[in-house]
């Protein structure tokens, strides 16, 4: 395979966030959000625009009626009813007479008329004092956004769901709630132009096992429906029009690729212990309820983290505590007697409900998100915590709670646990003692007041995605300082190893269910500094346990030793790279 572009294909370069090759007909789905144009149109060009306008408007119509009628049938009526108010926008003379006027007066495009009046109607919901006037604010957001997308021709995400023909599937962005809707029958792969290795889209495509590129710069500009590509997720490759060799090497690749996984597969019911005999507990990551079977499938001991989160996402109402209460019982009973830990809810920073009031921020990963937002809106945290504690009854369940930074969140989630329980005895409804309530560890203020965390809770499960955006400033999904978004910076290297000593001194075990811990490179040096748990994503577990089987932990514990002396992270990254290829260099032969 040649990262050089023969003669008539055309190779763009992003970021590999999820393997696998593909190749197929791109499917364009939505170019860079850049600003709608504004267009200069002559006096009898009017018309036309007022016409493209009234169909851009009865398009949506038609597509909020069908979303309206596949909820109403998945969810019923209640929750279909949410899109009354949508139509309702869509229908308000006062602002398509606006919007008209605006062309005719101005002699403007429709779109560039619309954003402007629809812009105008937003602010001033979003400013009114009352709380109902301000979530029609959102709704006018996303009515706004697909009559844009009618008028700029732009794919309707909510299309993805109808596709005839496989394709590869080119976007600006995804959004994470969109990427959990991809029919893996249909969609073969996709890049974005945006996009990094930890946001929660990349996650979500390893989960799913499709293949992804991310941060492919402007390649929704370059590319076209309908052009065949091959997309390469292990080096983050798109080549378009690839050449016979191309081709030829791919599949080879291809072929390295299912030997490897047939013998990956053998292992997959032994434990995961070292060369000099160390027991680690390799767990796996899930989104869905629905991912307990392959957590089986894979070999993991359990589920160390449960993202949550998606159980409110990709519907217009929260899901009940009763809804709840079914998807983890469902999980535990299926892992039983195994652990599942459920984080609870992360909503926030990549991860929206548009129906819910979550006003847009200028910083959302630094704003009002998981834990800040469960303990303001404490009846959605309530619904969730007595959830988790009914289903403790049939299994074997932890709980974590995300985004600690010191010890008054602690006090305050344990507080409204606690009032839990007791509202639940009062009821005498049954619940279970959850045995086991951890901290994540993913900000640099718990990991520095991590002994009064530690004394109070029975783990800490570190969230290095987090933890390396917040100690390094670097933004998670921001593709132009990806390179500065390094595991292996002496920085993040100490901040691991000061949140297991203050776990050792306080006698609970440390675990790592961020991206670092499912990446082969890293996983020595984790090791070596005394890590216990491991919590990997599904597809990542075989690799996981493979290299741990030919790992020496007294060779990790000398590598810890010497990044933990060590000024330079690319000197760590060399290091860390040279053990893990020369124990298990089969794991490294899809790169180039
Ligand atoms: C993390 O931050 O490492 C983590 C596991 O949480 P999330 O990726 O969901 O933010
Ligand atoms: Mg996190």
Redo the contacts with the bound molecule.
């Keep these: 395979m040649s990262e050089h572009a023969r003669s008539g294909e055309k190779i763009l370069r992003g970021i590999a966030v999820s393997g696998g090759v593909c190749r197929g007909k791109i499917l364009l789905l939505s170019k860079a959000r850049e600003a709608v144009p504004r267009l200069q149109i002559s006096e009898p060009g009017l018309p036309l625009e007022i016409q493209r306008l009234e169909q851009a408007l009865t398009r949506t119509r038609q597509q909020l009626l069908e979303v309206q009628r596949k909820v109403n049938e998945a969810m019923g009526a209640k929750d279909a009813s949410i899109f009354d108010a949508h139509l309702l926008v869509l229908e308000d003379p006062t602002l398509i007479d606006e919007v008209t006027r605006v062309i005719q007066q101005q002699k403007i495009n429709a779109e560039y008329a619309f954003q402007q009046v629809a812009e105008k109607y937003g602010a001033t919901l979003s400013a009114m004092d009352d709380e109902y006037l301000r979530e029609r604010a959102a709704d006018m957001r996303d009515v706004t956004s697909r009559v844009l997308d009618n008028l700029l021709g732009r794919t309707d995400e909510t299309d993805l769901g109808r596709l005839e023909e496989p394709c590869i599937i080119i976007s600006y962005d995804l959004s994470p709630s969109t990427t959990a809707l991809l029919d893996r029958k249909k969609v073969l792969g996709f890049g974005t132009d945006v996009g990094s290795k ?1 946001s ?1 889209t990349a ?1 979500m495509a390893r989960s799913l096992q499709i293949p992804a590129v991310v941060g492919l710069h402007d390649a929704s500009k370059q590319l076209k429906t309908g052009q065949y590509v091959l997309l390469d997720g292990y080096n983050g490759l798109v080549v378009l029009s690839p050449t016979d060799q191309t081709l030829f090497e791919y599949g080879q690749l291809v072929r390295k690729q299912v030997n490897l996984q047939e013998k990956l597969q053998d292992i997959r019911d032994e434990p995961a212990i070292s060369l000099d005999g160390v027991r680690v507990t390799l767990s796996a ?1 899930i989104e869905q309820a629905a991912d307990a079977e392959n957590v089986r499938a894979c070999g993991a001991e359990g589920v160390g ?1 449960f ?1 949550t989160e998606y159980l409110y996402l990709n519907r217009e109402t929260l899901p009940t505590e009763e809804e709840q209460f079914q998807a983890y019982r469902k999980v535990a009973a299926a892992l039983k007697p195994h652990p599942v830990l459920i984080r609870t809810l ?1 909503l926030g ?1 990549d991860k929206f409900i548009s129906h819910l009031w979550m006003p847009q921020e200028l910083n959302p990963f630094l704003g009002w998100r998981a834990i800040r937002f469960c303990l303001q809106e404490r009846d959605i945290f309530r619904a969730q915590l007595r959830a988790i504690l009914r289903a403790a009854v049939e299994g074997n369940i932890k709980m974590m709670y ?1 985004m600690i930074s010191g010890l008054d969140e602690l006090t305050q989630a344990n507080a409204l646990l606690e009032e839990c329980k007791q509202q639940l005895q009062a009821e005498k409804i049954p619940f279970g003692e959850i045995l086991e309530i951890g901290a ?1 560890i ?1 900000i640099p203020s718990a990991v520095l007041t991590a002994d009064s965390l530690a004394k109070r809770v029975k783990f800490f499960s ?6 390396i955006q917040y100690s390094l400033a670097v933004d998670r999904l921001n593709e132009k300082i990806a390179h500065l978004y390094e595991p292996t910076h002496p920085a993040i290297v100490r901040l691991i190893r000061a949140t297991i000593e203050a776990g050792q001194r306080n006698g609970i075990w440390v675990g790592v ?3 670092m811990a499912g990446d082969p490179t890293m996983v020595p040096l984790l090791l070596g500094m005394g890590v216990d748990e491991l919590s990997v994503a599904v597809s990542a577990v075989p690799q996981i346990k493979f290299l741990i089987r030919r790992l020496k932990i007294s060779e990790a514990r000398e590598l810890a030793e010497f990044a933990l002396n060590c000024e330079s992270g690319s000197e760590i990254l060399a290091r860390s790279q040279a053990l893990a290829q020369r124990i298990a260099p089969g794991l490294f032969e899809n790169q180039n």
């Design positions: 930890t929660h996650i990551n983290l993202r992360d920073g995300p994540m993913e570190i969230g290095t995605n987090d933890l269910c961020g991206e």
